[in-house]
């Protein structure tokens, strides 16, 4: 037996990283990835003083009704819509997430969608996979260029404006809107001027989604917000599944009134609606926008930091770097 506290890591991760936490704790970490139910959850929850968990672990009153040991809760994702904050705040277990570390490699990702999208990408090389190329057409598989063209951001943390510094590269005017105007200084920084939601819909070329999922902003975009933007617009959502109505923007993409999409995200993800699959115009992928090598390793890295911090060791001791809710702490 062990006096050290305890430390569940709810899906298997980077060995090398959760090392740091074993001079301190007794470290549980499950060897197979897969989604608990809330029972299980509990259980698991009940014996332990930290916990490591994903987006699939949907934490809330129930599942720490007897987790009376438990201090931190560290979320391996900038989004913490899978925590019930407001519960976990009340049985004073503090929050984290890993913001900031995969800001770059989101940003990267959401102009791969933009990108494949525009030209047709996926389309395309099921076609050539599937042994349709006989020969070269000079007007098939037109796309759309991206240069010069209009980019909206819908939600402008620092995502969003990372996603906006690489617009500069494709001459790209920058419109964005979010709860309220940035700063003059990262206005300018970004290129980037603050609209309207009805403006930004109207003028956009290509909307990027960067904005949180909250109850306010679930089905930002359903079939009304979808009824103002151009036909022949992009739509790419790296945020979270959610913000989009999935059935309207599937009835949108079928009629062609919209031209294309790039989806990372899913409302009840992994399941999808299913006239998504049936369309070529809408790239798809499985909610991987962080998933690189270096910056899944910074993230499991942070969700160490924050449990370490709050236990008092490391460089952060007392002060857990990217706390949700500090006020447990005081």
């Known amino acids: 037996m062990t006096d050290k506290p305890r430390v569940w890591v709810s899906r298997p991760t980077f060995p090398g990283i959760v090392v ?11 060897p197979e990835e897969r989604k608990f139910s809330p029972s299980e959850l509990a259980t698991r929850l009940a014996t332990q003083d930290a916990a490591i968990v994903g987006l699939k672990d949907r934490i809330g009153a129930a599942e720490i009704a007897q987790a009376t040991r438990l201090r931190i809760v ?12 407001d519960a976990l705040s009340a049985a004073g277990i503090a929050a984290s997430n890993t913001a900031d570390v995969l800001n770059e490699s989101v940003a990267d990702y ?6 494949g999208s525009a030209r047709r990408m996926n389309a395309a090389e099921r076609w050539l996979r599937a ?30 404006q990372a996603i906006a510094h690489r617009a500069v590269g494709f001459g790209m005017p920058v419109l964005y809107h979010n709860r309220s105007p940035l700063p003059e200084a990262t206005e300018r920084a970004c290129n980037a001027r603050f609209v309207d939601k009805a403006q930004l819909l109207r003028e956009s070329d290509f909307l990027m989604l960067v904005l949180p ?19 022949t617009a992009v739509l790419v959502n790296v945020a979270r599944g959610g913000i989009v109505d999935d059935k309207a923007l599937t009835a949108a993409l079928r009629e062609r009134r919209l031209a294309a999409a790039g989806l990372d995200v899913f409302e009840g993800e992994p399941a999808l609606h299913p006239g998504l699959l ?46 949700l809710n500090p006020n447990v702490l005081a």
Request: net charge neutral; proline share 6%; no cysteine.
């Open 213 to 231: 999922l909250t109850p306010q902003t679930r089905h930002a975009i359903g079939a009304p917000e979808l009824a103002l933007m151009k036909p």
């Open 20 to 30: 740091r936490l074993e001079p301190h704790f007794e470290v549980t970490v499950e």
């Open 74 to 85: 560290a979320n391996l994702g900038v989004g913490y819509d899978n925590l019930d904050l």
């Open 278 to 323: 049936e369309l070529d115009n809408v790239v798809l992928s499985p909610h991987i926008a962080s998933a690189s090598t270096e910056t899944r390793r910074a993230m499991t890295a942070l969700a160490v930091d924050n449990v370490l911090a709050l236990f008092g060791h490391g460089p952060h001791a007392g002060r857990p770097p990217t706390i």
């Open 110 to 115: 959401a102009w791969a969608l933009l990108l």
């Open 131 to 160: 042994g349709h190329w006989k020969a070269t057409e000079f007007k098939a598989w037109l796309g759309t260029d991206v240069r010069g063209r209009t980019l909206g951001i819908l939600g402008m943390g620092r995502i969003g």
